[in-house]
């Protein structure tokens, strides 16, 4: 069974940066892709980023240039870099992976999730 841990979360003023940082354990694919999405009270979970284990990146629009989404493959870990806060970046993000079964992608794993408040 895969679980997510993720950390780095906080409070930050508008303009200024946070990493966050999720870890994979258990027995996961070598092929898959992992990634984060966001969620705020009231409004459906939204992808923010995701990379593949081979590199393949997608971002959401609304954090091109602002956000860097990275990996490292040896240990299974997911790291966003994010910059230039705004008010409307705060949320509930969460970590995700799914793996490749050689077919398609399987059901998502999520974790916990972490909040991030950026403050005006």
């Known amino acids: 069974q895969v679980q997510l841990a993720e950390s780095g979360g906080g409070l930050v003023q508008a303009g200024g940066s946070l990493r966050l940082s999720c870890a994979a354990s258990?027995?996961?694919?070598?092929?898959?892709?992992m990634g984060w999405y966001r969620q705020t009270p009231g409004k459906q979970r939204e992808l923010v980023a995701t990379r593949t284990a081979r590199g393949t990146t997608t971002y959401a629009d609304s954090v091109k240039g602002r956000f860097t989404i990275s990996r490292d493959n040896t240990n299974n870990t997911v790291y966003l870099q994010m910059s230039s806060l705004k008010p409307e970046d705060t949320a509930a993000y969460y970590c995700?992976?799914?793996?490749?079964?050689?077919?398609?992608?399987?059901?998502?794993?999520w974790g916990q999730g972490t909040q991030v408040i950026v403050s005006s």
């Open positions: 995700n992976l799914r793996e490749f079964n050689g077919v398609s992608y399987g059901p998502a794993y």
């Open positions: 258990g027995s996961i694919f070598s092929i898959n892709v």
